[in-house]
């Protein structure tokens, strides 16, 4: 089952209610591999060891989300809006019990401000990137238990003398 997310903005004035729900795992993939070519395009990621698709996963996301539009300065700009309209096609507005689809048609009907459309977008991309927050409390527990197993032996080393 997709992951969703109900999140309220307010649209000049109007509090808007929209459901995100992510991508297939499949086209996340693929849209993935795209942002990486992308970047990697503009220079940005040549000097990182990429191990593994977590490694590009990872590189990605932290481009995207601590560098922003200064990371997309230099790429295809057609290329980037397809992303963008990706993130978008995640998104529905609610109206009464109803769900509308946001897509490049629609959008200007349904939304007024810039910052909404940043906001949607952004929402979309955290509920993809929320598996990297995961594994980093993974790797985090993994590394606090690890360090527990070494402290133990000391600690009964000592308490034995």
């Not at 929209?18 to 970047?39: C, D, H, P, Q």
């Not at 238990?145 to 009964?156: D, M, N």
Request: charged fraction near 30%.
């Amino acid at each position: 089952m997709r992951k969703t997310k109900e999140i309220v903005i307010n649209d000049r004035g109007t509090n808007k209610s929209f459901k995100i729900t992510e991508m297939s795992a499949s086209k996340f993939e693929w849209w993935l591999i795209r942002v990486g070519r992308l970047l990697l395009g503009t220079g940005i990621g040549n000097q990182v060891d990429v191990d593994s698709a977590e490694d590009v996963q990872k590189l990605i996301a932290d481009t995207l989300l601590k560098d922003g539009l200064k990371s997309l300065g230099s790429v295809n700009l057609a290329e980037a809006k397809e992303l963008y309209d990706d993130l978008l096609r995640c998104c529905e507005l609610k109206s009464d019990n109803f769900y509308m689809p946001l897509d490049t048609d629609t959008i200007d009907g349904q939304i007024e401000s810039v910052k909404t459309l940043f906001t949607l977008r952004k929402e979309a991309l955290m509920l993809h990137l929320d598996f990297l927050e995961s594994a980093a409390q993974s790797q985090s527990a993994t590394a606090a238990k690890s360090a527990t197993s070494i402290i133990r032996p000391l600690k009964q080393k000592t308490s034995a003398r």
